[in-house]
């Protein structure tokens, strides 16, 4: 695994933590779970991309086709 994986995520979620409290002291509380919610989908995706590369890794070493 590479560090900058989890650099990335970490940047992610420090980001999308920031703009949810500003959007929640602005009474935004309706977008600020939006915002939430698309965080955590772009963390998924970069997990289920990282999840399949695992996966083919592991086909290739032991010839699974």
């Known amino acids: ?3 900058s994986i ?3 995520i ?3 979620g420090i980001l999308i933590a920031i703009i949810t409290q500003i959007l929640k ?3 935004r ?3 600020a779970t939006l915002v939430s919610i698309a965080g955590l989908i772009i963390v998924l995706t ?3 991309n990282m999840v399949s590369e695992l ?3 592991i086909k ?3 010839y699974l086709y």
């Open 60 to 62: 290739s070493i032991f």
């Open 1 to 3: 695994m590479d560090v």
């Open 10 to 12: 970490a940047a992610i």
């Open 6 to 8: 989890i650099i990335k």
């Open 46 to 48: 970069l997990i289920i």
């Open 25 to 27: 002291k602005s009474d």
């Open 55 to 57: 996966f083919e890794n």
């Open 29 to 31: 509380d309706d977008i």
